[in-house]
């Protein structure tokens, strides 16, 4: 009898944590994008080794991650304002179909022998044109997928899930193929790859949402800044996030020249420890989908930030490759309990005819200032080494987080006032007033 309690706790633990899963739609999605991001993590590690390999320079992996990522901050505030008007299933399908052409160019060209580092480079900004609207454009879609709003925040943590498996497999995948087939096989995975998410998003059955007035660009534009800084929560949460892109997240970047000058290792290294901060931001996932309420998210944001900065700078620090291991494990969780709880309590807070234009500007300040980050740290890289140049990184998160943690009363003021006015507030809210 006390057999049978016990497994019926662990299923219905296990069926919180999966709870997303009941919606068509969205488990459609979960495995089709998650064969997708597998693709994804073995190009985009196989492209870090193929640029180090090709210029021996740690400022010329800043300059691509500055190509691939730079269009986000440039772009994103005009896509979430055609996003917040546009059918977000048909631009995703059209994003995806974008990024498998970009894959198999750049295997094409990899296969072939004549790949060169401006050609990375251009179809980097490519890739990075077609992110600008992708990603505030998924953000936003998820939503459309999950019935219940209540269930937002498992459907986020279990987004978040399938990146972080893909995170696991495809960096640990990639090391083993570039050494037996190369670099180009690897991008030509991942092209072949996107077909599972395409498939399962021609598969959905999406009912009509609310959209935006169809007010002039600029006048959208304005109105989606005036909304986001006009608040103090999505103020908040969007500083922070923009300070972990641009100082600490962008020194992974840095990457390779930790795992060939440092650790001495090769690309079997590289593809290890991305995997074991895939592990770290797995388990992190893990916590947030199994809460079965987002009451107190706000409450981890500074702590989380916290424990990704120290994380990185005894990663900084170490010349061991299991101690590096370790801290990249604490650097995935403390990064994604951060990420996941502010997109959680953001996606919750805003109006879904602004939504687009809100996750556009968290894209901004996650993404689109990345690239600047990891220019700065590969610059620094190149003048006072890779080490140092992370450890300032971490030492300004901290800071960051200091200086969130002040704030959170006025975080959870605001955010609870924002509850009421879209009528989410019954007993409580996202964060405890």
Same mark, same amino acid.
């Given at each position: 009898m006390q057999d049978d309690t016990i497994g019926k706790e662990k299923r219905s633990a296990l069926g919180n944590i999966f709870r997303a899963l009941r919606y068509r739609n969205f488990r459609l999605f979960f495995f089709g994008q998650g064969v997708s991001l597998v693709g994804t993590w073995i190009q985009y590690t196989a492209m870090s080794w193929l640029v180090y390999r090709l210029t021996h320079s740690a400022f010329m992996l800043g300059v691509v991650g500055f190509a691939t990522q730079i269009p986000s901050f440039l772009f994103s505030a005009f896509a979430g304002v055609m996003v917040d008007r546009w059918n977000r299933h048909r631009v995703?399908?059209?994003?995806?179909?974008?990024?498998?052409?970009?894959?198999?160019?750049?295997?094409?060209?990899?296969?072939?022998?004549?790949?060169?580092?401006?050609?990375?480079?251009?179809?980097?900004?490519?890739?990075?044109?077609?992110?600008a609207v992708d990603v505030p454009n998924r953000q936003s879609f998820i939503i459309d997928m999950v019935e219940r709003k209540d269930n937002l925040g498992n459907a986020i943590a279990l987004n978040s899930f399938t990146f972080n498996v893909a995170k696991l497999i495809g960096p640990s995948a990639a090391g083993i193929l570039i050494v037996l087939v190369g670099e180009g096989f690897c991008f030509l995975i991942n092209a072949i790859s996107y077909l599972f998410v395409i498939a399962s998003l021609l598969f959905m059955r999406i009912e009509k949402r609310k959209k935006a007035r169809n007010a002039h660009l600029w006048a959208g534009l304005k109105e989606g800044f005036a909304y986001a800084f006009g608040s103090a929560a999505i103020r908040l949460l969007l500083m922070l996030l923009a300070v972990m892109s641009l100082m600490g997240m962008s020194s992974m970047v840095l990457m390779p020249v930790f795992v060939r000058d440092i650790l001495r290792g090769g690309p079997g290294t590289l593809g290890f420890l991305f995997a074991c901060g895939g592990v770290g931001a797995l388990v992190a996932t893990v916590y947030l989908a199994s809460r079965k309420d987002a009451l107190t998210m706000g409450n981890i944001i500074p702590g989380s930030a916290l424990v990704f900065a120290l994380g990185i700078i005894g990663f900084a620090l170490s010349r061991s490759v299991y101690l590096s291991a370790v801290l990249l494990f604490i650097c995935g969780f403390g990064s994604m309990v951060n990420m996941?709880?502010?997109?959680? +309590?953001?996606?919750?807070? !805003?109006?879904?005819?602004?939504? %687009?234009?809100?996750? *556009?500007?968290? &894209?901004?300040?996650? +993404?689109?200032?990345?690239? !600047?980050?990891?220019?700065?740290? %590969?610059?620094?890289? *190149?003048?006072? &080494?890779?080490?140092?140049?992370?450890?300032?990184?971490?030492?300004?998160?901290?800071?960051?987080?200091?200086?969130?943690?002040?704030?959170?009363?006025?975080?959870?003021?605001?955010?609870?006032?924002?509850?009421?006015?879209?009528?989410?507030?019954?007993?409580?809210?996202?964060?405890?007033?």
């Open positions: 995703l399908v059209v994003t995806q179909a974008l990024s498998m052409l970009q894959a198999f160019i750049l295997a094409l060209l990899t296969l072939r022998g004549h790949i060169t580092v401006w050609q990375i480079i251009a179809l980097g900004v490519f890739i990075g044109c077609v992110n996941a709880a502010s997109n959680t +309590i953001l996606q919750t807070i !805003v109006e879904d005819d602004k939504r %687009g234009r809100v996750m *556009s500007i968290y &894209t901004m300040a996650f +993404i689109g200032l990345a690239p !600047v980050g990891s220019l700065m740290a %590969g610059f620094l890289a *190149s003048e006072i &080494t890779a080490p140092n140049a992370v450890i300032i990184g971490g030492l300004s998160c901290i800071a960051a987080a200091v200086f969130f943690f002040r704030k959170v009363p006025v975080l959870k003021k605001s955010a609870h006032l924002l509850y009421q006015n879209i009528d989410v507030v019954s007993k409580g809210g996202l964060i405890e007033a």
